[in-house]
């Protein structure tokens, strides 16, 4: 298994542009998040789903879009890039067991905004 | 929402020497969880406590759940060059909706 891919792992992007961060996972979990980490700081969760065609808002939505047509891919789409979006994200997906499950992050996306 | 608060946020350690990183909480935690980020790297997880007072061992690793659910505790004994990393806290709703305290930043000294 491949576990959680995200792609890329680098982007540049100037304010104002848009673009889509890629993330997948193999391991058939239902519950897929999107979490930025800023330096020195811990994780906020941007957006999660507890399946697919079923989304929702965490802690710092705006400026943000997600979907999740399939079980296997949760995009992440940002619609105006402002400075304030530098940081990292990491995607993460967990079985949709009783109680609370381990959380499997992908390797990240280093997104820096000009 | 809930949040949980990590001390130290850093904390330099000899090699060889333990040292006890905190997660509090001013409310009721249903469960906690544990998660390592080596220096740029993803985080990876520890371990989940749920009941009241548990204590989990992993090798060096020692976490605690307190008895009001309102704090937890990683003990680390005999700190290796290895445990250099960001440790955090999160606590989790329904959907597995994390909420991660702030890390605690572990530096060892040789």
């Known amino acids: 298994n491949a576990g959680v891919t995200q792609t890329p792992k680098f982007q540049v992007l100037k304010t104002g542009q848009s673009m889509t961060l890629q993330c997948a996972q193999d391991?058939?979990?239902?519950?897929m998040s999107w979490y930025r980490q800023d330096p020195g700081m811990g994780l906020r969760l941007i957006h999660y789903?507890?399946?697919?065609?079923?989304?929702d808002q965490g802690e710092v939505p705006n400026g943000y879009n997600v979907s999740r047509s399939t079980t296997e891919d949760f995009p992440l789409r940002l619609l105006s890039a402002a400075p304030s979006q530098t940081s990292v994200y990491f995607c993460?997906?967990?079985?949709?067991?009783?109680?609370?499950?381990?959380?499997?992050f992908g390797p990240g996306t280093r997104l820096t905004v000009t | 929402g809930q949040q949980v608060m990590q001390i130290p946020q850093y904390q330099h350690v000899q090699e060889g020497e333990d040292f006890t990183t905190y997660c509090n909480s001013s409310t009721t935690l249903s469960n906690i969880q544990w998660y390592k980020q080596r220096p740029g790297g993803h985080p990876v997880f520890l371990i989940q406590l749920v009941k009241s007072g548990e204590v989990k061992k992993q090798k060096r690793l020692t976490f605690q759940f307190g008895e009001a659910k309102k704090n937890s505790s990683l003990h680390i004994t005999a700190t290796q060059t290895t445990d250099v990393g960001t440790y955090f806290c999160a606590c989790g709703a329904a959907g597995n909706k994390l909420t991660f305290g702030g890390g605690t930043r572990v530096l060892v000294k040789p």
């Open positions: 789903s507890v399946g697919a065609g079923i989304t």
């Open positions: 391991m058939n979990h239902e519950y």
């Open positions: 993460a997906s967990s079985y949709s067991g009783r109680g609370l499950n381990e959380q499997y």
